[in-house]
């Protein structure tokens, strides 16, 4: 944590003048000018390995990981798919258990969870402590929301909105210093991942994403470049980004909150990804760690399903379209959108089976992880899950856990 800290002190200038003046993989935005379209990012075949699920772009070596990991225990393997959460301040014993047993990926930290400088200091000290004495070696990974203007879980940058930062005279330049104070705030609080930049393209000003400026603006290559321009900064500092929502909510309507209620947007095919997906190449090509799925319906993709539960959405258009090889997460399994897919251990589950890496349990109650585990283990002992698909979904966590301070 001291040496990441160092690194942000050490680094921020010559972040925030690298992202005012260099270019970004996709292109450069003038406060006159919208940015020309990022190029396409080339898409190799997928690979095919016995026992992999066909059409899933599969990982290189993924079946000797599988064999590698055939008689380790599923609930471990499960619960390095999980980040768990608590209310209050101070950790409870039970979930330093869970991570002392290696049956934890990370832990989410929300506003509640912190009181003071000090006291946070003191409970992610007892997060890692625990994490030091499981049996996997990875460290945690120790996330929040830290977008900007109103959506900041700790006090301090980037104090901005999206939107303000994409209205700005010199917007690459304030994306890039919002990164670097989103590195700064996180590290200084011992995080090393953040759930932020937010890629949505919003289509009607006011609306859901709009509302609460969390959108850098409705031109896809302008938002793209600012995202990847934030990211870009804010990883080059040793903290891990999360592109979301993907495919987009840039259209949702005012009071279409998938933590409320089950949202379908029924936007064309060739809009969704025009508009909705095309920030992402340019944050992929900036080398963005995480991406998050929806949990909006997206009938041009799949009618029956959220994306984040939605094979077609997750390996078909991020991971087989757009190239994308890093770790996937879910939006928060407790979100009123999922009611009609069971408890948290089969929202879990179903997420698995389409594709996402990690599963987001931000109830506030552990047992919400822990049920999330079982059912992740279960479905694994038998056979539900490929056991392939999963080894390679561990591997993916494991990299992005030992690549953080």
């Not at 406060?31 to 190029?39: E, L, M, R, T």
């Not at 209310?87 to 934890?104: F, K, S, W």
């Not at 990875?138 to 994409?166: F, H, I, N, Y």
């Not at 009938?299 to 078909?316: C, I, K, Q, T």
């Amino acid at each position: 944590m001291a040496v990441l800290r160092r690194t942000v002190q050490f680094g921020a200038m010559l972040v925030v003048l690298a992202a005012t003046l260099g270019p970004v993989p996709a292109g450069s935005v003038s406060a006159s000018a919208p940015a020309s379209a990022p190029a396409s990012v080339p898409v190799s075949a997928p690979e095919s390995i016995p026992g992999s699920i066909p059409g899933r772009v599969s990982a290189p070596g993924e079946g000797t990981v599988a064999a590698e990991m055939a008689d380790q225990d599923a609930r471990q393997l499960a619960g390095r798919r999980i980040v768990l959460s608590y209310a209050g301040p101070t950790p409870p014993p039970g979930v330093l258990q869970t991570i002392r047993e290696g049956r934890a990926a990370g832990v989410i930290l929300f506003a509640e969870n912190v009181t003071s400088p000090a006291q946070l200091t003191e409970a992610v000290g007892q997060l890692r402590q625990a994490a030091a004495q499981s049996p996997v070696p990875e460290g945690l990974l120790l996330m929040t929301d830290q977008e900007g203007g109103k959506v900041r879980r700790l006090p301090g940058a980037p104090e901005l909105s999206a939107r303000r930062t994409g209205s700005d005279p010199d917007p690459l330049g304030a994306a890039g210093r919002a990164g670097v104070g989103a590195a700064g705030t996180l590290a200084d609080a011992g995080l090393n991942v953040n759930l932020a930049p937010v890629l949505d393209v919003y289509d009607t000003p006011g609306n859901f994403i709009d509302r609460h400026e969390r959108s850098y603006g409705q031109d896809p290559a302008g938002v793209g470049e600012l995202g990847s321009a934030f990211l870009a900064a804010q990883q080059g500092l040793g903290v891990a980004a999360t592109a979301k929502h993907f495919p987009g909510l840039g259209s949702a309507v005012n009071g279409e909150n998938t933590d409320d209620r089950p949202v379908t947007l029924s936007v064309p095919l060739d809009e969704l990804r025009t508009r909705g997906e095309e920030p992402y190449r340019a944050a992929i090509a900036a080398g963005v760690r995480l991406v998050m799925a929806s949990w909006a319906v997206y009938p041009a993709l799949d009618p029956d399903r959220p994306a984040g539960m939605s094979p077609a959405v997750v390996e078909g258009e991020l991971r087989g379209r757009l190239g994308f090889r890093g770790v996937t997460v879910t939006d928060a399994l407790e979100a009123e959108a999922l009611a009609p897919y069971g408890g948290p251990g089969d929202r879990a589950v179903a997420a698995a089976e389409a594709g996402m890496d990690l599963i987001l349990c931000s109830a506030r109650d552990p047992q919400q992880a822990e049920d999330a585990t079982t059912a992740l283990a279960d479905a694994l002992d038998s056979g539900r899950l490929d056991r392939a698909a999963f080894a390679a979904a561990v591997t993916r966590v494991d990299a992005l856990r030992a690549s953080l301070d």
